[in-house]
Structure formats: C-alpha cells, structure tokens
C-alpha cells in the first residue's frame, strides 16, 4: 500500500499543535538510533566544550526546585 506522504502532512497540518508535537513525537522515537550516525569531529569538540563548561562551573549551576522556586516568584 503506498502512501502519499503529501496528503499525509496536509492532514497532519489540520491536527492541533498538541497532537502534532505527539505525531512527531512518534516518530522522532520510531527511527533507529543509528540513523543519526556517529558525532561529527565539530559535534565532538562541542560536546566537550560543554562537558568542560560544566565541569569548571559547577557551583554556578541551579538545581531543578531552585528554578521552579525563582520562576513562581516571578509570576
């Protein structure tokens, strides 16, 4: 049975945005992990850069109900 893709997305198109984030959802978990192959050199090094960010600045990081306690007072 072929699909007409084109037909799909217009009908994609007309869900709301809630039942399109769980389509693509679906989807995004539906594809193997290898599809996306390995990291790239640049991907790599950004990684790495981030890793070390972290790693040096620890004690400027927030926990989660640190945030959720900063965000209700703002509101």
């Known amino acids: 049975m ?11 198109r007309a869900l709301s945005v809630d039942d399109r984030l769980k389509v693509v959802e679906a989807v995004w978990d539906s594809l193997p992990e290898a599809v996306a192959g390995p990291a790239s050199p640049e991907q790599r090094a950004e990684l790495n850069r981030r890793l070390d960010a ?4 620890r004690q400027d990081l927030f926990t ?4 959720l306690e900063r965000l209700r007072g703002r509101l």
């Open 2 to 12: 072929a699909v007409d893709v084109a037909r799909t997305i217009d009908e994609l």
């Open 54 to 57: 972290y790693e040096a600045n």
């Open 64 to 67: 989660w109900d640190q945030v």
